[in-house]
């Protein structure tokens, strides 16, 4: 991304942006219809399908080019850019503002006595968290301060054996609550409980035998190429603050909200091709926060149906773009802390069957993939209606809970301009 000078290649930019996406593209679709002999008048369906970075990528299109896709399936898309990567750098600077580094293990057993906690919130006890708005509403991670944890030694780090401390539950609580500023103003918001802590991992030092600081490579090489522009990642964190973070959102979100901020919220030319889109985020996702695809979600609706009602505006927009937050999933992938939870696994038949067929997905098809209800089929609901399990964990419905959703909306009063 930068030249010898230190300067940005833009070139290199815009084509990372969106540029090359659009371009193959076009090349994929002419070259399929040269090899199948399709004249222009010939209906081609085309669509995409990614995750995170992927998921970026996809709707850098969708935003841009209304024609290019019939459909397109994205997942906990890594949007919103500046906010994004610098969030990755929010949990080793709680770390270090509260001079506290704990080990993983504390960490991992915070995660499991909060899935514990929340698991018959959503009416079915699987060890699968499918609310963790509730759990965000009603639990307090406090109560697991002095339970102990005790982990075997790894290559590289000793056993860990401990109680959680009131430091380590400080850190965890900082983390979840989201940055904020020293005035107390929201910047941004974080993942959700029952989300792995990756981004506060910690390093063990054999001289020491202390754990310390470890930066988080994502945040550490947006800061040094995009922000800095004076290396290739960041060695130290001195001198950085809640408000330091604040400004490199901020400043990115100026920079590049042209290019890689993709959050552009007016979808009108894509809707008036007929296009459709299938959006999904895992409720566990310990690097791109769950509240970053309903936020960009809502900003959609609000946008677009500014004259409507919420539910009207939320069932207009359900038509043809639609979103699932998966229990228990984390990183666009299945969850080892929570086995039992699903996966959308047939979401490009799903959305074929959507666009040539008109089969509006109310609910989205999810495989269990691992533990002891691996194979079994579960449906996922469409925001903002939210999973509830009936008679004894045997009847999911999708209901609407007022209180849940407005746990989602988030004020980010530390920023001067819009955040979509």
């Not at 409507?308 to 999933?329: C, F, H, K």
């Amino acid at each position: 991304m930068l030249l010898a000078n230190g300067t940005l290649n833009y070139e290199t930019l815009y084509m990372f942006a969106y540029k090359a996406h659009r371009e193959l593209s076009l090349l994929g679709k002419a070259l399929t219809r040269n090899v199948y002999g399709m004249s222009d008048s010939d209906k081609l369906y085309a669509y995409y399908q990614g995750c995170s970075e992927g998921g970026r990528e996809g709707w850098s299109q969708v935003q841009r080019f209304g024609d290019e896709w019939d459909g397109a399936i994205i997942g906990a898309p890594a949007f919103r850019w500046s906010f994004q990567q610098t969030q990755h750098l929010y949990s080793n600077i709680v770390e270090k503002t509260l001079d506290y580094y704990p080990p993983p293990c504390e960490l991992d057993k915070i995660v499991n006595e909060t899935i514990a906690a929340c698991d018959a919130m959503d009416g079915k006890v699987d060890w699968v968290v499918a609310r963790t708005d509730l759990c965000l509403l009603d639990f307090d991670i406090s109560t697991i301060e002095g339970k102990p944890y005790s982990c075997a030694a790894s290559r590289g780090t000793p056993a860990q054996n401990g109680t959680v401390s009131a430091k380590g539950i400080e850190v965890a609580k900082t983390i979840i609550n989201g940055l904020h500023d020293s005035q107390g103003r929201r910047v941004y918001f974080s993942y959700q409980p029952t989300a792995a802590f990756d981004d506060a991992e910690t390093q063990y030092n054999s001289t020491t035998g202390q754990w310390g600081l470890d930066i988080d490579q994502l945040g550490g090489e947006y800061i040094a190429l995009l922000v800095d522009k004076n290396g290739t990642t960041l060695d130290s964190l001195n001198g950085i603050t809640y408000d330091t973070l604040k400004d490199w959102m901020i400043s990115g979100l100026r920079e590049y909200y042209s290019t890689l901020q993709t959050t552009w919220p007016d979808l009108t030319p894509f809707h008036n091709a007929g296009g459709k889109v299938i959006h999904y985020h895992g409720d566990a996702d310990f690097s791109i926060p769950t509240a970053a695809s309903i936020r960009y979600w809502e900003s959609v609706r609000s946008i677009m149906y500014p004259n409507q009602d919420y539910n009207s505006s939320a069932e207009a927009l359900n038509e043809w773009y639609r979103l699932y937050t998966v229990p228990g999933a984390g990183h666009c992938a299945t969850n080892d802390a929570m086995p039992n939870g699903p996966f959308p696994q047939t979401n490009m038949a799903v959305m074929i069957d959507w666009v040539e067929n008109g089969v509006v997905p109310t609910t989205l098809n999810a495989t269990v993939l691992q533990g002891e209800n691996e194979g079994q089929n579960q449906q996922l609901c469409a925001w903002p209606l939210r999973p509830l399990w009936t008679n004894n964990g045997t009847t999911m419905e999708c209901v609407y809970n007022q209180r849940s959703i407005d746990s989602w909306h988030y004020d980010l009063d530390a920023v001067p301009m819009p955040v979509y």
